[in-house]
């Protein structure tokens, strides 16, 4: 069974401090990790998707990069308005179904 | 892009109901999803509704209590049947953004906040 664990579960940060999300997986044959991110009382927003291990998105201050295990999101001198759930997900096989981890709750501080 | 509509945005429920959702899309879709959030949870897949053709459902999920409506390639209704306080959650409707099937790129509506009590 396909399995995806995010941490820190929250993660408090002061505005311009920089840090990184984590998301590690368990799957057979991934076919591809995503990244999204959820502002309360919105559904989820597709940031990213990662095919391969080394490969790197970036989209203004965040980054995410893929290994065989696990997924960063990194967070260059954030602002209050990212702010947010950032959920990672996985498909893999032939199967399309994602599978997500619980999210991590991000909060900038000014 | 795809811009989608849920209703109800929220609502609160006595235990023994059946509540319907809706969710209409601004564009022709082949697949819609359903996804439940709950509390402290991973999003997970109810099931997959494709147009003319039954809904398939993932596994813990039984379509006696999750009945799923595909009328046309914009439209879907989920319905929450015979509730408990076990099913309040937010439910999600979601279709894919892509133009290539199954790439997991999702466009997800606002969702649906049931409180069944």
């Known amino acids: 069974e396909d399995q995806v664990t995010q941490s820190p579960e929250a993660l408090r940060l002061q505005e311009g401090e920089s840090s990184s999300l984590n998301c590690s997986y368990t799957?057979?044959?991934?076919?591809?990790l995503f990244w999204y991110r959820q502002d309360p009382g919105k559904g989820p927003e597709f940031l990213f998707t990662?095919?391969?291990a080394g490969e790197e998105k970036e989209k203004e201050r965040l980054k995410a990069t893929l290994t065989k295990k696990e997924s960063f999101l990194h967070i260059t001198a954030p602002k209050p308005e990212d702010s947010a759930t950032y959920l990672c997900?996985?498909?893999?096989?032939?199967?399309?179904?994602?599978?997500f981890g619980k999210g991590t709750l991000l909060t900038v501080n000014p | 892009s795809a811009v989608i509509s849920q209703k109800p945005s929220r609502d609160i429920c006595q235990r023994g109901t059946s509540l319907t959702i809706q969710c209409q899309v601004d564009s022709q879709v082949t697949m819609m999803f359903w996804y439940r959030q709950q509390p402290g949870q991973s999003l997970t897949l109810i099931a997959t509704a494709n147009q003319g053709s039954e809904a398939t459902y993932e596994s813990g999920f039984v379509i006696d209590k999750f009945p799923i409506s595909r009328p046309n390639l914009t439209f879907s209704t989920l319905t929450v049947s015979n509730m408990s306080p076990e099913d309040s959650s937010i439910y999600l409707c979601s279709v894919e953004g892509g133009m290539t099937p199954n790439t997991g790129e999702l466009f997800f509506g606002e969702g649906s906040r049931l409180t069944v009590l």
């Open positions: 799957v057979s044959g991934l076919r591809g």
């Open positions: 997900a996985v498909q893999a096989g032939s199967n399309y179904k994602l599978t």
């Open positions: 990662l095919y391969s």
